[in-house]
């Protein structure tokens, strides 16, 4: 029976027959636990039934391993399709479907001409020999066979000479938001002593030698094994090492421990590691540890915790050992995963953090064509440590909307402010620090007494200046209301307190504005260095001295008047109860006092 395709299945599917026939050389991009070979297998066969049956599907990939399971799964999503394998002394070319080692191919072995080339584990192809046997196979020819790669790490250098077109992707971060793949959080283990920053390089990695001499130490081996008894005693485990010599250390620290490991290497007799991987899946072992063996094509759903004790660089070779332990499974809450760090921070070192925060950029088909490294977010939530990744995401999600939201308040504070300046009939002077904290709006209504409008956050508090103190002389603030509001609503409380003096010098419209500029403007004009010439009027010059006197009555402003003492104090019975009687007193005062006041020379 056929399986169902999970929906973003059926999108790669549909996505390569709709780049086709524009796009001949196409990459998909699936991590591990997506299900890549189930999608290449419903590729398989669609284009054998309704694009070309005349030519069999050639299946290339470079392990047994990953051919045994492609050819398993292929009768997944084609039933009873008839199969053949090339490999050593195996040459079974009348297929339907033919599972071909790539090291047989590149050996020079014949075979048929293919309708169609699948490439598993694609970022391979990048060697020579592979190359080589893809130019045989005429995958380069205008009107040679299409070349599907499909892989969960892409190289962003050099998979561009290869394919032509990424046609599908989907990150390891979408696949855990929905839900295809556990849940994962990563945590480092701090290995005294280790300094990765002095490592030599090899071929863009920690130098092999090197890192095993570090980490073959007894601090570097007991760190890894407590780590484990520490945050994963209860988890089953598969240990990434540097080497066959260091993968049978930790194996004996491990047993040392009374933990059930072994481990297992390339040098091992085949039955023999079959063996241990039985025991590891039926769970008579607890911890695995093995060097380069589980890379590629090892599924052990119940895996949950991944332990990176073999520190890279490459981006490639850390997606692989993360991937072992994040496909679901019904005992698994999550996937941990402990990454090896040294004592001092290597920005190159791979982390699950950095996986993560690198799988929130610009799209892979980019990077292939630019070949550069790829921009940070402005808006980058960095990962905490031991924060899962829908955590992260939820307070990502979280940070972002908070910032909509200052966003937009900020935008509707300068829109009032825009709409305050054409709609108040008073002469209000804006002043604003460089750093946009200490905004307000000043206005002097005569008499050395002001009034303002002050920022706080994004409201504003209606002021009024009171006479100074009579013991220190201070000048003293006082709110006229209990709250900072929105700037139209401060400014409706502040010009109704200015109407009650009726003074046409705050007044935008005033008739004595446009009398020429008098000789006491002038002098004052002239105190202060403020050019001016014979054009000006009146309402210029008193413009041009306002600016400069709000700017020092807004620093002792800001320096006097504490917007957190007032809320503390206004939120008590008796705050209240002074400001309404502080208030009413100055209402009664400005109506007994109310006339028009003399415009200064």
Known sequence: MQIQLRPYQQEAVDAFFDAMPAHRRQLIVLPTGAGKTVVFGAIARRYFEQVDSSAPILIMAHRTELLDQAEQKM???????????????????????????????????????????????????????????????????PDGPPLLGVTATPSMRGLGDIFEHVTYERTILQMIMDGYLANARGKRVDVPGLDLKTMRMTGG???????????????????????????????????????????????????QAGVDSASI??????????????????????????????????????????????????????????????????GKEDALILDLTGASDDKSLQTFARLMKSQKKKPIEVAMEKGNEINEDPDDVTMNEDESVEDWIRRMDTVKREKRERTAKTEAVAHAINLFANRSRYRWQRVV?????????????????????????????????????????????????????????????????????????????????????????????????????????????????????????????????VPQKWIDFLETEKGKQWLDFQIDKMRKFATATSKPLQKQA
């Open 75 to 141: 009768q997944l999503v084609w039933p009873r399709v008839f199969t053949g394998r090339i490999q050593a002394g195996r040459n079974e070319q009348l297929a339907e479907v033919l599972f071909a080692s790539t090291q047989t191919l590149v050996a020079g072995r014949a075979i048929r001409q293919p309708g169609l080339i699948i490439y598993d584990e694609a970022h391979h192809s990048q060697a020579a020999g592979a190359a080589k046997v893809l130019e045989r196979l005429g995958a380069f020819d």
């Open 205 to 255: 990695d920690y130098n092999a030698k090197d890192l095993s001499t570090a980490l073959n130490g007894v601090q570097a081996l007991d760190a890894v094994v407590d780590a484990v008894l520490e945050h994963a005693a209860n988890r089953k485990s598969i240990v990434f090492a540097v080497d066959v010599k260091h993968g049978k250390a930790l194996a004996r620290r491990f047993q």
């Open 265 to 330: 290497d390339g040098q091992m007799p085949p039955q023999e590691r079959a063996n241990i991987l039985q025991s590891f899946s039926q769970d008579r072992l607890r911890v695995l540890v093995n060097c380069q063996v589980l890379t590629e094509g090892y599924d052990e759903p119940s895996v949950d915790t991944v332990v990176i004790a073999r520190p890279t660089r490459s981006s490639i070779l850390y997606t692989q050992m993360v991937g072992r332990g994040l496909r679901l499974h019904p």
């Open 433 to 561: 620090n460089k750093q946009h904290t200490k905004e307000a709006f000043a206005i002097s209504f005569g008499d050395s007494r002001w009034a303002y409008l002050y920022r706080d956050g994004n409201e504003f508090w209606p002021v009024l200046e009171l006479a100074p103190d009579k013991e220190t002389g201070k000048e003293r603030f006082m709110p006229l209301h209990d709250r900072a509001l929105p700037l139209e609503y401060a400014q409706g409380v502040a010009e109704g307190f200015l109407e009650l003096f009726e003074s046409k010098l705050i007044q935008k419209e005033a008739d004595w504005q446009n009398a020429p500029v008098s000789p006491r403007q002038k002098h004052i004009l002239d105190a202060y260095h403020i050019r001016y010439d014979d054009t000006w009027t009146m309402g210029m010059a008193s413009d041009a001295l306002g600016k400069v006197f709000a700017k020092k009555r807004v620093k002792i402003l800001a320096e006097r008047f």
